[in-house]
């Protein structure tokens, strides 16, 4: 079992920059694929980005043209998310979530491959 809770969201103008952790508990952190998702008001989850449990591969959806960096470290449980460039768009509930199975041996953008969730914060940018 891993328990998720994510922190460092907020209100941000647009072109700011957030960073969000995951911290995450248990002992096997990892060994776990994490993915990082975003919901915002009436739209469905949206795979933001990924990265396989030794941090060395990462993935990221098309529409970040590299604004967003994913990063973890796992002595400290942790995954983080530096958003630069902020857009009004970025406003959503961001969650954390962690998976078993190996990246990239599955496809780490559907929400269906990950097994723990997190809560989620909130980021809000204003224009």
């Known amino acids: 079992q891993v328990q998720l809770v994510e922190s460092g969201g907020g209100l941000v103008q647009a072109g700011g920059s957030l960073r969000l952790s995951c911290a995450a508990s248990?002992?096997?952190?990892?060994?776990?694929?994490m993915g990082w998702f975003r919901q915002a008001p009436g739209k469905g989850r949206e795979f933001v980005a990924a990265?396989?449990?030794?941090?060395?591969?990462?993935y990221y959806a098309d529409f970040l043209k590299g604004r967003f960096t994913v990063s973890r470290d796992n002595p400290k449980n942790t995954v983080y998310l530096q958003m630069r460039s902020l857009k009004p768009e970025d406003t959503a509930v961001y969650h954390c979530?962690?998976?078993?199975?190996?990246?990239?041996?599955?496809?780490?953008?559907?929400?269906?491959?990950?097994?723990?969730w997190g809560q989620g914060t909130q980021v809000t940018v204003s224009s």
């Open positions: 248990g002992r096997t952190f990892s060994s776990y694929t």
């Open positions: 990265i396989s449990s030794s941090g060395g591969i990462t």
């Open positions: 979530a962690a998976g078993r199975e190996p990246f990239p041996t599955v496809d780490v953008s559907t929400w269906e491959t990950y097994n723990y």
